[in-house]
Every structure is written in structure tokens, then in C-alpha cells.
T-cell receptor, first 112, second 113 residues
């Protein structure tokens, strides 16, 4: 069975701090994709990144970076120099063929 | 602009009533999904459809029904059989049900009064 665990329910940081959101997944499939989505207060989930199971290269996009480690089944998300606008709920998701599972989400609050 | 439109944004239902949530997409996506979001539980799949006139149950389909008569539309009916319908409902679509990312609507918050 597929499963995604986001152990951090809520995180609060002060602006300009770095913050890492953890994601651990479980699957027996060898081909799968991992995603991160952001859910601002408006409610809509915004797609951030997709990573396939064969590509363990880390990725950086501006202040965002992602660390994918198959050995530990983790796909962690780091925000560098956080800003108030980063406040949202962040979801990690695992997609195998015909199935997509979401973690419970991590609520990030960035205080000025 | 391409996207997914859910309506209404807020919906109130009396106990024992059926209610239908609308989801329309103009992205020309084949696959569409309905998720339910409850606090602290992430998103749970209710139904999904890979193609017109075909749909499959997700993890929590009991008390819900869907139809897919047109590619761009995937309405969800919350029936009186759903014992705890108060939740936030999200519709999504993707090119296929393979590994492409899903795009989401803005959601409908349903409250039973």
C-alpha cells in the first residue's frame, strides 16, 4: 500500500529563517512520482514540483529546494530565507500508476 | 485562461438533502478527480474518472455519486447517505491518470446545517 507521512503538523518560524518540511513515503512500486503542493488560505492547491523515482538529483528553484533520497524514502522541501507569503499548508504526494496519495499536510506560519 | 472552476465556493445543506457540487475544466484533460479535505487528514480520494462515461471509486466513495457525461465536467453529488458531509471538497484534473501533475480548483466548502 502507498502511504505518505508528513510528521510535522505545524511549523512556525520568523521571517528570513530557513525551514525544512519533511516527507516520508512508502511504496513497493519501482516507478513513482513525488509532488509538493502549496495550499494558501484561498484553498486552491498550487503545484510546486514533480520528481520521478529514477531522478535523485536535488533541485533548486529560487528560495525553494528539494532533497530526494530513495535510501530513506524521503522527499524534503526547504524554504530559504522564508517570507510571510510562504505561510500556507504544504502537501507532499506520491503517485503510482492509477493511484495518488497525499500526506496530511504541514501548516507553515511565517511571522514578520 | 485555462483552469478548473468549482462552484459554489460555499454551500449549505440541510440534513437529509442531496447536493451537487460543480467542477468544470477547460484544460482538455482526460482525467478528473474529487478529493475531500478534513482538518489534519490531508486529501482523500472520493472518485476519479479517466475518460468520458467512465469513473471509479476512490477510498471514500460511500455516500457520494458522480457522472462524466462530458470531458470538461465532473459533478459530485453528496447524498443523504453521507453521514458526515461537512468538509472542503477539491476537484482536480490531469492529462491522464499516469504520472502527470494534477491541477486543482479553488474548492467548495460544504456545511450541513
Amino acid at each position: 500500500a502507498q502511504k505518505v507521512t508528513q510528521a510535522q503538523t505545524e511549523i512556525s518560524v520568523v521571517e528570513k529563517e530557513d525551514v525544512t518540511l519533511d516527507c516520508v513515503y512508502e511504496t513497493r512500486d519501482t516507478t513513482y512520482y513525488l509532488f509538493w503542493y502549496k495550499q494558501p488560505p484561498s484553498g486552491e492547491l498550487v503545484f510546486l514540483i514533480r520528481r520521478n523515482s529514477f531522478d535523485e538529483q536535488n533541485e533548486i528553484s529560487g528560495r525553494y529546494s528539494w532533497n530526494f533520497q530513495k535510501s530513506t524514502s524521503s522527499f524534503n522541501f526547504t524554504i530559504t530565507a522564508s517570507q510571510v507569503v510562504d505561510s500556507a499548508v504544504y502537501f507532499c504526494a506520491l503517485r503510482t500508476f492509477n493511484d495518488m496519495r497525499f500526506g496530511a499536510g504541514t501548516r507553515l506560519t511565517v511571522k514578520p | 485562461d485555462g483552469g478548473i472552476t468549482q462552484s459554489p465556493k460555499y454551500l449549505f445543506r440541510k440534513e437529509g438533502q442531496n447536493v451537487t457540487l460543480s467542477c468544470e475544466q477547460n484544460l482538455n484533460h482526460d482525467a478528473m478527480y474529487w478529493y475531500r479535505q478534513d482538518p489534519g487528514q490531508g486529501l482523500r480520494l472520493i472518485y476519479y474518472s479517466q475518460i468520458v462515461n467512465d469513473f471509479q471509486k476512490g477510498d471514500i466513495a460511500e455516500g457520494y455519486s458522480v457522472s462524466r457525461e462530458k470531458k470538461e465536467s465532473f459533478p459530485l453529488t453528496v447524498t443523504s447517505a453521507q453521514k458526515n458531509p461537512t468538509a472542503f471538497y477539491l476537484c482536480a484534473s490531469s492529462l491522464g491518470t499516469d504520472f502527470t501533475e494534477a491541477f486543482f480548483g479553488q474548492g467548495t466548502r460544504l456545511t450541513v446545517v
